[in-house]
């Protein structure tokens, strides 16, 4: 693995990815950075990257749908390996308006797999990131293993479900050197705060309203993106090509227990305006139409045959990515602001 392209790579899990590949892993190659810069893409985030790895880190803004521009980047890169990030990620965006979702995580995986297909010669692994929601929904007991069925709810799963059913098929039909991983909900630095740890660490820290869906009784199995991103690079290079691999955090949790927890550990870094306790913001405010239970991962064959596990405790991993948000207002003022959009498109275009 010479010359990787990371799709997606400026945003929440690309950047701590590529952050990951160049300063901590074993990866000895080249990075190219693919990347529209959609609302959720932030190439600040690599700025330092891009000075201390000049000879290293390539940034190429693009979208993955232009097939042209993308097949210029395999050529002019001599692209060997590629690790696809790159998606729509939100569902609630996917509910109100779907169609980027069905471009870009569809028919843009789609482009990407054709493209490694025609330089099959020198791809030595497509590794596609995927999710547990692909899965549908658990109840109250079970856990999603590599062999339950697909059953995806919301525009946003189903996308993801189909660009997991092209990379295998690409796989069993062209022999295409492939590796997919289905991970729970990530949390930490560089996420975009709109999700729900950011939005309510945001939320708590100016002391807005938490807004829970429907009863709050919703449970995730939350990861933190470094396990993430060494599960990720354990699997590239060990992984048995043609499968996939569950990634779990092993920390199921009701989304209420969390935002209380997140409340908890605020008040105890910053007392609250005007106010007891952060609790006394959270309000619970109409449900997301086709809002999934629980959704908890099996990662024992990730554990069995990579001996991956991870480290980061729920609590711990709360504590830095809080701190992290604290630390950067800046950041968060920028993503937040129509102002860096204009910037973006004066310094790409
Ligand atoms: P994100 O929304 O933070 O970042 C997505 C990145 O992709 C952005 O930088 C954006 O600019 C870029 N992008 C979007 N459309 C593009 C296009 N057409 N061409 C090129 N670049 C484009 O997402 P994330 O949370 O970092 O998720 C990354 C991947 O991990 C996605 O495939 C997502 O489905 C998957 N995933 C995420 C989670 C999670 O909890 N965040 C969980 C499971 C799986
Ligand atoms: P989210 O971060 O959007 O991830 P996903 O839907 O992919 O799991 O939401 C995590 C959980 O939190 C999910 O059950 C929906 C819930 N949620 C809220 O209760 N309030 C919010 O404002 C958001 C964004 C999410």
Redesign the pocket.
């Known amino acids: 693995m010479k010359n990787m392209l990371v799709t997606g790579g400026c945003g929440f899990i690309g950047t701590n990815f590529v952050r990951y590949l160049l300063k901590e892993s074993d990866f000895k190659g080249r990075v190219i950075n693919a990347d529209k810069l959609t609302y959720a893409g932030n190439p600040e985030n690599l700025t330092d990257i891009e000075e201390n790895f000049p000879e290293r880190y390539i940034f190429e803004k693009v979208d993955i749908c232009d097939r042209e521009n993308i097949a210029r980047i395999f050529d002019e890169h001599e692209i060997d390996t590629i690790c696809h990030f790159a998606a729509e990620?939100?569902?609630?965006r996917s509910i109100v308006d779907p169609d980027a979702f069905i471009q870009t995580n569809i028919v843009g995986t789609f482009g990407l797999l054709e493209l490694a297909k025609a330089n099959q010669d020198r791809l030595e692994l497509f590794h596609h990131i995927s999710?547990d929601?692909v899965f549908g929904s658990l109840g109250k007991d079970g856990f999603f293993t590599e062999q339950t069925s697909y059953k995806p709810n919301?525009p946003?799963?189903a996308s993801k479900a189909a660009s997991d059913h092209l990379v295998r098929a690409y796989h069993k039909t062209y022999g295409l050197q492939v590796t997919i991983s289905n991970c729970s909900?990530n949390y930490g630095p560089y996420q975009f705060p709109?999700?729900?740890?950011p939005?309510?660490i945001l939320n708590g820290l100016e002391g807005k309203s938490?807004?829970?869906?429907?009863d709050?009784r919703?449970?995730?199995d939350w990861l933190f993106v470094r396990d993430h991103c060494t599960a990720i690079w354990e699997i590239m290079k060990r992984g048995k090509r043609g499968e996939t691999y569950n990634i779990g955090g092993n920390h199921e949790m009701e989304?209420i227990g969390?935002?209380e927890m997140i409340c908890d550990i605020l008040d105890g870094i910053q007392k609250p305006e005007a106010k007891e306790s952060r609790r006394e913001l959270i309000a619970f405010?109409k449900d997301?139409p086709g809002?999934?239970r629980r959704?908890a991962i099996d990662s024992t064959k990730l554990n069995r045959e990579l001996g991956w596990v991870p480290k980061e405790s729920l609590e711990t991993g709360i504590r830095k990515t809080i701190q992290w948000y604290i630390d950067n207002r800046e950041w968060v003022n920028r993503v937040r602001s129509g102002e860096y959009q204009s910037w973006i498109k004066e310094q790409y275009g």
């Open positions: 990620s939100h569902v609630d999710t929601e919301s946003y799963s909900n709109e999700k729900l740890l939005l309510m938490l807004p829970v869906y429907g709050g919703n449970v995730r989304n969390l935002v405010v997301r809002h999934d959704y």
